[in-house]
């Protein structure tokens, strides 16, 4: 049984600390913060007030406040956007220099080790464990593997994440998977974009839906049309290796697919017939 870890230099972190931290944050983000724990990190995205997707990160409280972990492209922007909202509060927000680390196994059924510092991964339990700068544990007897194979492994799942996969305000986190990577609180409080993103998962009316999927040899870039026949069904989003990230309409059929004639084949994904978002049925 392979067990990894790695450091992803693509992440950075940000320190949000002050009075009025928790009631700041409840107001933006989509997901409960009263939901994140010491022992239980969360996921959350800032909306747009179109309710496309901004920022996607993760959450965790750390001494007299919350660390955020986030695509480091764009970490200055979202520094900007957060202090944008922060008007009077009593609130201090800054870069921090915590170190994002990830184990993972390949495996679905691995049991990976208890690990101080390291906690469960919040959006979905086949991503492993995490940890946001305080991670002391030994990690000598577990292989060490590159962030590009993290990555590849995170793609297969189906996962999104950042702003090379999600150019900020350009998608609808829906029909990105992020009510089933537990980032969305239907039953929480107002925050930005919700109205949009409410309607569309109270309506089911999701017209596209991201999939993982490998190719045999090359992957065309990103903005590739997906084809059936001669209809446009999707396009490629992001890929690694022979690894893609694919949107794809809800309609459209799962086989005899092609990109710029590169066949391909759809994996399990976050859109299975068993899953659910959180707060019921998108």
């Not at 956007?81 to 009077?88: G, H, Q, T």
């Not at 990555?151 to 297969?156: L, V």
């Not at 017939?273 to 707060?279: I, K, N, Q, R």
Request: net charge negative; hydrophobic share 40%.
């Amino acid at each position: 049984m392979a067990i990894w870890h790695s450091i992803l230099e693509n992440r950075a972190v940000l320190s949000i600390k002050g009075a009025e931290r928790a009631d700041f944050l409840q107001n933006l983000i989509t997901q409960d913060i009263t939901r994140c724990t010491q022992d239980a990190p969360q996921a959350g995205i800032l909306l747009t007030p179109q309710g496309k997707l901004a920022f996607d990160f993760l959450i965790k409280i750390s001494d007299a406040g919350y660390l955020l972990d986030c695509d480091s492209a764009i970490a200055e922007a979202f520094l900007k956007k957060l202090s944008m909202y922060k008007l009077r509060r009593d609130i201090d927000i800054t870069r921090h220099d915590a170190v994002v680390r990830v184990i993972w196994s390949d495996e679905p059924n691995a049991k990976l080790p208890q690990l101080e510092g390291f906690f469960q991964d919040p959006r979905l339990a086949r991503l492993g464990l995490r940890s946001i700068g305080d991670a002391r544990a030994d990690l000598s007897d577990i292989n060490a593997a590159s962030a590009q194979a993290w990555h590849h492994f995170r793609m297969s799942l189906g996962v999104p994440e950042g702003s090379t996969e999600m150019p900020v305000g350009t998608v609808f986190p829906l029909e990105f998977g992020f009510g089933y990577l537990h980032a969305i609180d239907f039953q929480k409080g107002c925050f930005v974009g919700q109205e949009v993103t409410s309607r569309v998962h109270r309506k089911g009316s999701l017209r596209k839906h991201l999939h993982p999927a490998k190719f045999g040899t090359r992957v065309p870039p990103a903005g590739t049309p997906i084809m059936h026949d001669t209809r446009t069904v999707g396009e490629i989003v992001a890929s690694h290796d022979n690894q893609a990230l694919i949107l794809l309409r809800t309609d459209a059929p799962h086989t005899m697919l092609h990109a710029d004639g590169a066949p391909f084949t759809l994996l399990p994904g976050l859109f299975g017939p068993d899953s659910a978002p959180d707060g019921g049925e998108a």
